[in-house]
C-alpha cells in the first residue's frame, strides 16, 4: 500500500484544464498519479505559498526569510535563543545566526544575556521589529486565507486536525540530525 497511487478529488470538471493550462500537464502527474503524489502535493502547496510571499518581502522590506522566521517566532514568544528557533523552524543554524546579526544591525531585534546561563542570549523584539511585523503578517494571513478559500469550514477544520496529526507524529519519521 505503500507505493499506491493515488487520484485527487477534483471539485470541478474544469479545475483540472485549468490546473494543466496554468502548471502544465506534468504538473498534474505529479499532483496526481505518482507514489510520491501525497509529499509533492505538500510541497507544492508549501512552494506556491511561501515563494511568492518571501520574494515580496525581499523586495518591499529587505527581509528574508530566516528574517521573518525570527520576528514572528520571537512575536509569539520572546527571549527565545536561537537554537530554539531552529528547533521550532527546521531552519539551519547558519541561516538563523545570520539572519540574527542582520536583524541586531537593522535594530529590528535585542540581545540579553540570561542571568541564569550567561552563555545564552535571548532575543527580544524591539518597537521598529514590532511595527514591521504589523505590516508584514497581513501579507501572510492574505495568502493563508486564498489559500484555504476552497474548504468549507468543516473541510478546515479536518484539514487543521490532519496537519496537526501529522505533525504529531513528526519524532517517529523525522532523523535525529
Not at 471539485?11 to 504538473?27: E, I, K, V
Not at 528547533?87 to 529590528?108: C, M
Not at 523584539?125 to 493563508?144: C, D, I, N, S, Y
Amino acid at each position: 500500500m505503500g507505493n499506491a497511487v493515488r487520484k485527487r478529488d477534483v471539485a470541478a470538471p474544469d479545475s483540472a484544464q485549468t490546473m494543466r493550462d496554468r502548471f502544465g500537464a506534468l504538473t498534474l502527474t505529479m499532483l496526481n498519479e505518482t507514489p510520491l503524489a501525497a509529499a509533492w502535493s505538500v510541497n507544492f502547496l508549501a512552494n506556491f505559498f511561501v515563494g511568492p510571499l518571501y520574494r515580496d518581502l525581499a523586495e518591499r522590506f529587505d527581509m528574508s526569510r530566516a528574517q521573518f522566521v525570527i520576528l514572528y517566532s520571537l512575536s509569539r514568544k520572546p527571549g527565545l535563543v536561537a537554537r530554539d528557533i531552529c528547533l521550532a523552524t527546521g531552519l539551519p543554524k547558519n541561516s538563523i545566526s545570520r539572519a540574527v546579526s542582520e536583524l541586531l544591525d537593522r535594530r529590528l531585534i535585542d540581545r540579553a544575556v540570561d542571568a541564569d546561563d550567561r552563555r545564552a542570549k535571548p532575543l527580544m523584539l524591539t518597537a521598529k521589529g514590532r511595527h514591521l511585523l504589523e505590516q508584514v503578517v497581513p501579507l501572510f494571513m492574505a495568502r493563508q486565507d486564498a489559500m484555504r478559500a476552497a474548504l468549507t469550514d468543516e473541510e478546515k477544520a479536518a484539514f487543521d486536525r490532519l496537519l496537526s496529526k501529522m505533525i504529531d507524529a513528526m519524532p517517529s519519521w523525522v532523523g535525529a540530525d
